[in-house]
C-alpha cells in the first residue's frame, strides 16, 4: 500500500500513465494536504481501541477487512474528527480532501471534510478506475466501495460539475451510468446530472433504485438488477418529465 506520512504531510506521488493524466486534470491545491495527526489507521479486525469503528464498517456499512485496509481508511478518538471514520480521497495519487464519517447517531453533521482540501471537485477512487471506458457515479464514498472500486466513482454529494467532467475524460471514460440514491432528491439530481453529461457527449444512462433505498444499503441484487435495466438518459428523461407533470396537475386538481 502507499504509505502516508501523516506528520510531515506527504504522500506518494506517482505520475505515470493514467495517473498522470489525473493529476493534470485536477486543480492544484494551494497546499499539500496531510490526514488529521489524532487519527489513526485501521488496520484489522479486532484492533484495540477501534472496535467500535470496525463494527460500523463491518455490521453496518458491510465492508470487508480488505476494502477498508485497501482504502487506507482511519479512526479518531479525539478531536475535531472524533468518533469518525476518516475516508482518504486521492487524485493523481495526490491527497486532495477526506471524508469523515460520524459512527455514532448524535454527531452532527454526519460528514466532515477539511478546509484546507483541493478547490477542484474530486472525484473518490477516480485513480481505481479500470480503463474500460466505462464508469458508474454513485454519492458517497461508502456507495463507491460496495459498487465495485474498479468500475464506480463517487461525487461526494449530489452535484456534479465541470471538474468531475474533466476527470471523467481524463480517464478515458465516455459511457456513465448514474446510481444514486432511490428518493425523490436522488432521482431528480440523477436527472440533472445525467442531462450535463448528455450535454457534455457522454453516453449517458441512469440505474434506479428502489424509493429510500442507497447503493450504499442496496443488496447485491438490488444493486445488480438496477444497472441491469439502465435506461438511456433519453428514455429516462423523457418519463421523469411525465411523471413530473402528472404530479403537478394532480397537485392543482
Avoid at 460528514?111 to 473518490?124: H, T
Avoid at 457534455?200 to 441512469?206: I, Q, R, S
Wanted: net charge neutral; charged share 25%.
Amino acid at each position: 500500500l502507499r504509505k502516508i506520512d501523516v506528520e510531515r504531510g506527504r504522500n506518494g506521488n506517482i505520475t505515470s500513465g493514467s495517473a498522470a493524466a489525473s493529476q493534470a486534470a485536477a486543480q492544484e491545491a494551494p497546499t499539500l494536504l496531510s490526514l488529521p495527526p489524532e487519527s489513526y489507521p485501521l488496520t484489522h479486525i479486532g484492533q484495540v481501541g477501534a472496535e467500535a469503528f470496525w463494527r460500523y464498517l463491518i455490521q453496518d456499512r458491510r465492508l470487508s477487512e480488505h476494502e477498508v485496509v485497501s482504502h487506507q481508511m482511519r479512526f479518531a478518538l479525539r478531536g475535531r474528527y472524533r468518533n469518525r471514520v476518516i475516508v482518504p480521497v486521492f487524485v493523481g495519487e495526490q491527497l486532495v480532501t477526506f471524508v469523515a464519517r460520524t459512527i455514532t447517531k448524535v454527531d452532527v453533521p454526519k460528514v466532515l471534510r477539511p478546509e484546507a482540501s483541493s478547490p477542484a471537485d474530486p472525484l473518490f477512487n477516480i485513480d481505481r478506475l479500470l480503463p474500460t471506458g466505462e464508469a458508474i457515479i454513485v454519492e458517497g464514498v461508502f456507495d463507491a466501495i460496495k459498487v465495485g472500486s474498479g468500475r464506480a466513482v463517487a461525487t461526494l454529494g449530489t452535484r456534479l460539475s465541470t471538474d468531475h467532467r474533466i476527470l471523467l475524460r481524463a480517464r478515458g471514460v465516455k459511457k456513465v451510468t448514474i446510481l444514486w440514491d432511490g428518493d425523490e432528491a436522488g432521482r431528480h439530481a440523477a436527472a440533472e446530472a445525467a442531462h450535463q453529461l448528455h450535454g457534455a457527449l457522454f453516453e449517458t444512462f441512469l440505474a434506479l433504485l428502489p424509493e429510500g433505498v442507497d447503493p450504499g444499503s442496496a443488496s447485491e441484487s438490488e444493486i445488480f438488477y438496477a444497472l441491469l435495466h439502465a435506461e438511456p438518459v433519453q428514455t429516462y428523461l423523457s418519463r421523469y418529465v411525465s411523471e413530473q407533470r402528472l404530479d403537478n396537475l394532480a397537485g392543482i386538481s
